[in-house]
């Protein structure tokens, strides 16, 4: 965890150009509007994307939003894991991976699933991956992510009394 008073947190998934950029940039906005302090970035587990803008449909989805997307694609390294207060995953494929360089960088941060945070997700806690389907995909993902950054945010704002200071749920 980083010494500075301000929490932050790194949305991760695979290609770091769809789901985890709408997290990063829908999370800004709500945390802008409701004026709360945070460092903000996200990250994906492939490299295939490195240094690419957001995909176009995420751009679009997120503008119809009024919500911008800041950054370029990177991947996710074993110095995020001690950067970042929370490091918060996508899907459960991106949050193995995230476990293991936790584990093998001897990082700090606690890790969630981005859905533990959804009000109306069920079972399955995996943010869909819109990148094979079409412009409908990405409004259902614009959704999900929405829904979940404002339980997220929420629950920085008051969290469970049970739960001792620095305690890390992973
Ligand atoms: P993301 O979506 O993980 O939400 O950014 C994907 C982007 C690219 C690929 C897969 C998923 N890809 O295979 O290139």
């Known amino acids: 965890m980083t010494d500075s008073a301000v929490t932050s947190i790194l ?13 990063e940039g829908v999370f800004i906005h709500l945390a802008n509007r409701a004026e709360v302090d945070v460092r903000v970035d996200s990250a994906g587990t492939g490299s295939w ?15 119809a939003h009024g919500v911008e997307l800041p950054g370029h694609a990177r991947r996710v390294g074993a110095s995020d894991m001690s950067d ?9 494929s991106n949050l193995a991976h995230l476990a293991a360089l936790r584990r093998s960088s001897h990082g700090s941060a606690r890790l969630h699933l981005l859905r533990e945070f959804d009000s109306e997700a069920g079972r399955n806690k995996d943010v869909p991956d819109p990148y094979y389907g079409g412009r409908r995909g990405f409004e259902e993902c614009f959704r999900i992510v929405e829904r979940s950054c404002r ?20």
């Open 11 to 23: 949305f991760v998934c695979l290609g770091n150009i769809c789901r985890s950029p709408l997290a």
């Open 49 to 63: 994307h490195v240094g690419e803008r957001p995909d176009s449909r995420a751009l679009a989805v997120a503008r």
């Open 84 to 92: 970042f207060d929370y490091v918060i995953a996508m899907d459960r």
């Open 151 to 170: 339980g997220l945010l929420e629950s920085l704002n008051h969290p469970p009394a049970h739960a001792p200071s620095g305690e890390s749920p992973r």
